[in-house]
């Protein structure tokens, strides 16, 4: 099934790009999610208007992006949940709430689907968290969990 793009997709391409995947995929997930639409004969114009519209974000966007991985950096975000004594969480700590800290910290509003998490957070204590802000800009960002 061919298919154009219309939001980043890790691992199959960016927007306007133009991809073959398979059926299924394409039909019960991309399309659906408003990831990608089906490609026609005439979807070169809006591959053009995707392109363009991307090219004018990225030049304004990495500047912006550098700018949030600095008052990232700085940030302190602290996020309390139900612990056992040993300091495992009762479940775990997700992109979501991770978001929803940094933004209760005075930080920018992040989307859900740039934060990394290496592993699920399940312990007490000091992580790490990947934030893709752009391309060319990755923040880390220290996430403490307390026991509530």
């Known amino acids: 099934m061919k298919l154009v793009l219309t939001q980043e997709v890790p691992g199959l391409g960016s927007p306007g790009d133009i991809v073959e995947v398979a059926d299924g995929y394409g ?21 053009e208007q995707i392109k363009r519209a991307r090219s004018a974000r990225e030049v304004r966007d990495l500047g912006h992006a550098q700018e949030i991985a600095e008052q990232l950096k700085a940030l302190s975000v602290t996020l309390t949940s139900r612990a056992g004594k040993e300091g495992r969480l009762f479940g775990s700590i997700t992109a979501g709430d991770v978001t929803d800290a940094v933004a209760k910290a005075g930080g920018p509003a992040l989307d859900r689907r740039k934060v990394q998490l290496t592993s699920p957070i399940k312990a007490v204590g000091q992580h790490t968290v990947a934030v893709y802000l752009h391309p060319e800009v990755t923040a880390q960002l220290t996430v403490r969990v307390a026991a509530a």
Not at 27 to 46: K, M
């Open 27 to 47: 039909r019960n997930y991309l399309v659906p999610q408003q990831f990608a639409i089906i490609a026609t004969r005439g979807i070169e114009r809006q591959v």
